[in-house]
């Protein structure tokens, strides 16, 4: 209807200057669903002007004014579901139950990250010189944690409100101030997730949300002087962010080859449900979906058989039936996941259901006989397509997995813990799960990935911890 969506700036809702707006494109209809403020660089400077200065009495006010604002903003967002959930829908093309999910798990984020906030951030440290040679008692040394300033926050279209959320809650608590920039699909989702912040009351300028083209505003914003942390999750646009930004802390999470690593005496029916889990949820549109099987030539058979049969029990449709498989992002998402099947059907694998698309969906195809000639054993299709290589040993599975340039997750399913753990340890990713699929929650452990996945830990205390520096004041005695 022509109306475009304000952003947040100064506690309040803006129109931008620049008069244009940008597009955001419904994945299932493929039609224009929602419009956006494209901000201008002038914009982008106004806001950060505003976060420095509101970050300096933000970082002033006690902890626990600062954790039961948070608390506040938790209860908004749970009681205010519906719009997000619901753009989540029209936006992402998120299955209706699972975008509500985020939205909970976001509220549950926030909270716990008040709470865990308080704990770390309310406790420093004691030291004594007499423990180090050539010191006497003289000296004592008085540490905490204190804000690094302004947080830059770049969420992915994949989880827009929670990934937003997972940077919002640890810097706020940790006193510094936020800027968000949401990705274009997920951006409406985002407005209304911060607009729970604004009724929670939080000072004007301490967190703003500027949309608009990251061709036209990005760079300025992750190269921009007032920036002093930035965190990001998508794609390879992390690896040139993190090239151009300055010496400022980045944590970035850059997508994943996860493999799944099944030995002959792995549990298969187990096995099955988390590669269909892990492999088919939101049409495998997760960093941490299991994008590669490597199972043991001895139960190759017999596990494709099990993962195809409940291949064939997954919906396809529309996101508001709550369908299995949804339309892909974008078209441009489409056409690679579908140049990935083309090269490895090329190639000989072989297709354990016919390959069907329409627009931008593509129904959920499981390739056995991958090779490692073939693209998809190494490239991260981001859609439901799940590739099968078989292996003779299990450290020709591991081989596999640490060839990638990916390091996110990985997982293998076995019942013997003692080959779990040693598998564990040889696999080159930040997490490995036993006999389970990979998945960044609860949100509270540690979430990293090695290599091109990325830098720096997530989870609530890690974020939290990267988000601040150390502080140290010595009193020196005579
Ligand atoms: O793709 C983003 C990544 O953070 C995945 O999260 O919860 O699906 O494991 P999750």
Same mark, same amino acid.
């Given at each position: 209807?022509?109306?475009?969506?304000?952003?947040?700036?100064?506690?309040?809702?803006?129109?931008?200057?620049?008069?244009?707006?940008?597009?955001?494109?419904?994945?299932?209809?493929?039609?224009?669903?929602?419009?956006?403020?494209?901000?201008?660089?002038?914009?982008?400077?106004?806001?950060?002007?505003?976060?420095?200065?509101?970050?300096?009495?933000?970082?002033?006010?006690?902890?626990?004014?600062?954790?039961?604002?948070?608390?506040?903003?938790?209860?908004?967002?749970?009681?205010?579901?519906?719009?997000?959930?619901?753009?989540?829908?029209?936006?992402?093309?998120?299955?209706?139950?699972?975008?509500?999910?985020?939205?909970?798990?976001?509220?549950?984020?926030?909270?716990?990250?008040?709470?865990?906030?308080?704990?770390?951030?309310?406790?420093?440290?004691?030291?004594?010189?007499?423990?180090?040679?050539?010191?006497?008692?003289?000296?004592?040394?008085?540490?905490?944690?204190?804000?690094?300033?302004?947080?830059?926050?770049?969420?992915?279209?994949?989880?827009?409100?929670?990934?937003?959320?997972?940077?919002?809650?640890?810097?706020?608590?940790?006193?510094?101030?936020?800027?968000?920039?949401?990705?274009?699909?997920?951006?409406?989702?985002?407005?209304?997730?911060?607009?729970?912040?604004? #009724?929670?009351?939080? +000072?004007?300028?301490?967190? &703003?949300? @500027? =949309?608009?083209?990251? $061709? *036209?505003?990005?760079?300025?914003?992750?190269?921009?002087?007032?920036?002093?942390?930035?965190?990001?999750?998508?794609?390879?646009?992390?690896?040139?962010?993190?090239?151009?930004?300055?010496?400022?802390?980045?944590?970035?999470?850059?997508?994943?080859?996860?493999?799944?690593?099944?030995?002959?005496?792995?549990?298969?029916?187990?096995?099955?449900?988390?590669?269909?889990?892990?492999?088919?949820?939101?049409?495998?549109?997760?960093?941490?979906?299991?994008?590669?099987?490597?199972?043991?030539?001895?139960?190759?058979?017999?596990?494709?058989?099990?993962?195809?049969?409940?291949?064939?029990? #997954?919906?396809?449709? +529309?996101?508001?039936?709550? &369908?299995? @498989? =949804?339309?892909?992002? $974008? *078209?441009?998402?489409?056409?690679?996941?579908?140049?990935?099947?083309?090269?490895?059907?090329?190639?000989?694998?072989?297709?354990?259901?016919?390959?069907?698309?329409?627009?931008?969906?593509?129904?959920?195809?499981?390739?056995?006989?991958?090779?490692?000639?073939?693209?998809?054993?190494?490239?991260?299709?981001?859609?439901?397509?799940?590739?099968?290589?078989?292996?003779?040993?299990?450290?020709?599975?591991?081989?596999?997995?640490?060839?990638?340039?990916?390091?996110?997750?990985?997982?293998?399913?076995?019942?013997?813990?003692?080959?779990?753990?040693?598998?564990?340890?040889?696999?080159?990713?930040?997490?490995?799960?036993?006999?389970?699929?990979?998945?960044?929650?609860?949100?509270?452990?540690?979430?990293?990935?090695?290599?091109?996945?990325?830098?720096?830990?997530?989870?609530?205390?890690?974020?939290?911890?990267?988000?601040?520096?150390?502080?140290?004041?010595?009193?020196?005695?005579?």
């Amino acid at each position: 209807d022509g109306e475009v969506y304000k952003y947040y700036a100064d506690g309040e809702w803006k129109t931008s200057s620049s008069g244009k707006s940008v597009a955001i494109m419904n994945p299932a209809t493929r039609k224009t669903q929602y419009k956006v403020q494209a901000c201008t660089q002038e914009e982008v400077n106004a806001v950060m002007e505003l976060a420095k200065s509101a970050q300096k009495s933000w970082a002033k006010t006690p902890l626990w004014k600062r954790a039961e604002l948070l608390h506040k903003a938790a209860a908004i967002l749970k009681d205010n579901k519906a719009p997000m959930a619901e753009s989540l829908v029209k936006e992402i093309a998120k299955p209706a139950k699972d975008s509500v999910t985020e939205v909970v798990r976001s509220g549950d984020l926030i909270s716990y990250c008040a709470e865990e906030g308080v704990r770390i951030l309310g406790e420093g440290k004691f030291l004594l010189s007499d423990s180090f040679p050539g010191n006497d008692r003289t000296k004592y040394c008085l540490t905490s944690k204190i804000p690094l300033g302004v947080v830059l926050a770049i969420p992915p279209f994949n989880y827009p409100v929670n990934l937003a959320v997972s940077k919002i809650a640890p810097a706020l608590i940790a006193g510094n101030s936020l800027v968000l920039k949401p990705p274009t699909q997920g951006a409406v989702s985002c407005l209304h997730m911060v607009h729970c912040f604004h #009724l929670a009351g939080f +000072p004007k300028g301490l967190i &703003s949300c @500027i =949309t608009g083209k990251g $061709s *036209e505003i990005g760079d300025f914003l992750t190269m921009h002087p007032a920036v002093n942390c930035i965190s990001f999750t998508g794609g390879d646009t992390g690896i040139s962010i993190s090239k151009k930004a300055g010496m400022i802390p980045l944590q970035m999470e850059l997508g994943g080859k996860d493999a799944c690593i099944v030995l002959d005496d792995a549990d298969l029916d187990l096995v099955a449900s988390n590669i269909i889990k892990g492999g088919f949820s939101y049409s495998g549109q997760r960093c941490t979906a299991v994008k590669v099987v490597l199972v043991m030539e001895s139960v190759a058979d017999e596990l494709v058989e099990k993962v195809k049969a409940k291949v064939a029990k #997954l919906t396809v449709g +529309p996101p508001e039936e709550n &369908s299995d @498989i =949804t339309a892909v992002v $974008s *078209e441009s998402s489409a056409n690679f996941i579908e140049g990935l099947v083309m090269d490895a059907k090329e190639k000989g694998a072989t297709f354990c259901q016919e390959y069907k698309r329409e627009g931008n969906l593509i129904w959920p195809l499981l390739l056995d006989n991958v090779r490692p000639d073939m693209r998809i054993a190494w490239e991260e299709p981001f859609g439901p397509v799940v590739p099968v290589l078989r292996i003779n040993s299990v450290e020709e599975g591991i081989n596999h997995c640490n060839a990638s340039n990916f390091g996110l997750q990985g997982c293998v399913f076995t019942k013997d813990i003692n080959k779990a753990i040693l598998i564990s340890d040889a696999m080159e990713t930040g997490t490995v799960q036993i006999n389970s699929a990979p998945a960044r929650g609860p949100d509270h452990f540690p979430f990293q990935g090695l290599k091109d996945s990325g830098i720096g830990s997530q989870g609530v205390t890690n974020s939290i911890n990267l988000m601040t520096k150390v502080k140290t004041t010595v009193i020196n005695l005579p």
